[in-house]
């Protein structure tokens, strides 16, 4: 799959959990062309995107087992665990859930399953840097160039998962403490 791509024409992501992230995250999804599924336990917001972006709703117990490109926890950690994982139809995981993996090891598991795994803590760092901005009152511009690379983070990590044939997760914790090492160092 082109990590490059610029539009998701004929790409079908299944997005579980649709509420105040995922509703959107469908909305931009289907901008770009993406095919849609969702599931949610709140039935009006998998009613709308039904009706605002033709996504196929599915039960949010079932989702992660529907075939698409790319799965999104968009809702409770742990949606990779040790059934789940068995049960995974999909080449990429990138969600904001927190904790998407229950342990470490599922990291590897879908590393050796040929799954590319987007690291949660990576992919949802924009609110964090967003959240920084509005307390430390800094320039739009700023804010947004920071935002924008987590793209060149998360294909910086894959490159490396890549390269040393280790999963994306021990990739983003050897990145992160290297960061925090130095600036433990700097201080």
Do not use: W
Not at 41 to 53: G, L, P, R, V
Not at 118 to 132: C, H, K, P, Q, R
């Amino acid at each position: 799959m082109d990590l490059e791509k610029d539009n998701l024409k004929d790409l079908t992501v299944a997005i579980q959990g649709v509420g105040h992230v995922g509703h959107p995250l469908a909305a931009e999804l289907h901008k770009l062309g993406a095919k849609l599924i969702v599931a949610d336990t709140n039935k009006e917001a998998t009613d709308s995107c039904m009706q605002k972006f033709n996504a196929k709703v599915v039960d949010a117990n079932e989702i992660h087992k529907e075939k698409c490109d790319i799965f999104s926890p968009c809702a409770l950690g742990a949606i990779i665990n040790d059934e789940t994982i068995k049960e995974l139809n999909c080449k990429i995981i990138a969600g904001s859930a927190n904790n998407q993996l229950k342990k470490s090891i599922h990291g590897e598991i879908l590393h050796k399953n040929g799954i590319l795994y987007a690291t949660d803590y990576v992919i949802n760092s924009g609110g964090l840097i967003f959240a920084e901005s509005l307390y430390n009152k800094n320039n739009n511009a700023e804010v947004f160039n920071k935002i924008k690379n987590i793209k060149s983070s998360l294909l910086n990590i894959f490159a490396e998962s890549e390269k040393q044939n280790l999963p994306t997760n021990l990739i983003a914790n050897q990145i992160a403490e290297k960061k925090l090492r130095d600036h433990g160092n700097q201080i």
